[in-house]
């Protein structure tokens, strides 16, 4: 059975009709236990941030704020949002890694018409995992998203690990001109060819961060959020020893990241639990070392002069499991799929050094447009899957591959190319079943897996969930060049 049937009736539907006919007059109790629906409206305009801390910045912006509010609700619960654009284009809003009903999905032509200016669209549904989300664009998201649409979606546990603090880090990349405003060369051909558009400065919700302030003893559920279009971070928190409990929003057996860094593509959620074991008064800087020569320091830790508790509590950090059906390996089908493209092997030496270098000047918010910058290259797509190259102005293509529906499917993917791809799937949450042929030690659910140049990575999962769905690189300027498909579930 799925678990994504024709939308239900929400409370206040039942409320009405119920009222309307008294032969339904059930005790509400028993007809809906205690679903909630939350009611958010987002409004999509043109505004000003303040992202550093000398100037504004112009953006388009949810409800005048970067990152837009964040969307809090109970799992189970339904979420209806009613979405006002007042942006000068189309627009919609996909909600990354939750698994809605096709038609709620927010892909432009795929699954909608897009939103016009000056028109609006309700999406609603129920949140059926609990965990950390956001929700961005989908129509021309390598421009929308880098203007500054998008925000957190969190979907709580019924019942959560217990913490003292419950934070949300949404990371922001920018492409600021000297001046301070958004350099406006959304999708050049350099950046769809190479890594992406990667900024130069960084914020956490929306602010070039500065002190972050921590007591000691206290523990701290962290919920980071990669919501830039090509930057990947690789956190080191200064001896802090994090665990992390989810992937995705999907809880993973808690463990201690791979040599203590906390790596996420673009799109991609980490969750983890942090006891601040650093002394009354001392600081910390955390720092990101993805990028080898051009680490920097992305927010210090600042402890109160007086400790919170002495020493760390032993709560549990495990979280409950959410409603995935699991993937039978026996049975399950196998697929093939090759990335190609982008430019290849000795010039990527180079070329990464060249717009690298565009970056190291990350927190210094002049000296951005370096020369490489804006090489011109031949134009034609850029990113093959399966040979195939998509055309992001038209969501609607055909689909690469067609899963039977409630299924098991392996997909096994090489990434024959010289980058790192984010890989994203809609509609489903995968287990990473191998990396290069070696088993995962966690089998994490994702719903989007990163790939390092020439990776071979297989993921599984039930396709439970009916329609056309989008697949494709995070990467939005590689997205935009070509790197996206469509899987069919039927
Ligand atoms: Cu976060 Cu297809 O998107
Ligand atoms: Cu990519």
Redesign the pocket.
Known sequence: MSRFPAPTLTRRAFLASAAATTAAMLPLSTALPGIATREISLRAAQGRVRLVPHGETAAWLYNDSVPGPEIRLRQGDRLRVAVDNALPAETTI?W??VRVPNAMDG?PHLTQKPIGSGESFVYEFEAVDAGTF?Y?P?QR?FEQVARGLYGPLIIEEREPVRVDRDVTWMLGDWRLTKSGALSEDFGNRHDIQHNGRVGNTVTINGRVPGDFAVRRGERIRLRLINAANARIFSLDFAGHEPIVIALDGQPVTPHAPDRGLVTLGP?MRVDLIIDMKGSAGSRATVTDRFYRGLEFGLVDLVYDATPFRDRAPDWPLALPANPIPEPDLRTASRNEVVFNGGMMGEMVAQEMGESMGATGGMMDHGNMMAGGMMQMASAGPAWFINGVAADEASHAMKPILTLAKDRSHVIAMTNATAWHHPI?L?GHSFRVISRNGQPTRHREWQD?VLFSPREKVEIAFVADNPGDW?F?C?VLEH?AGGM?AVFRVA
Do not use: D, R
């Open positions: 996909h990354h890694g892909v956001w961005h989908h998201s799109a994203h809609h989007t989008m494709h995070h997205q996206m």
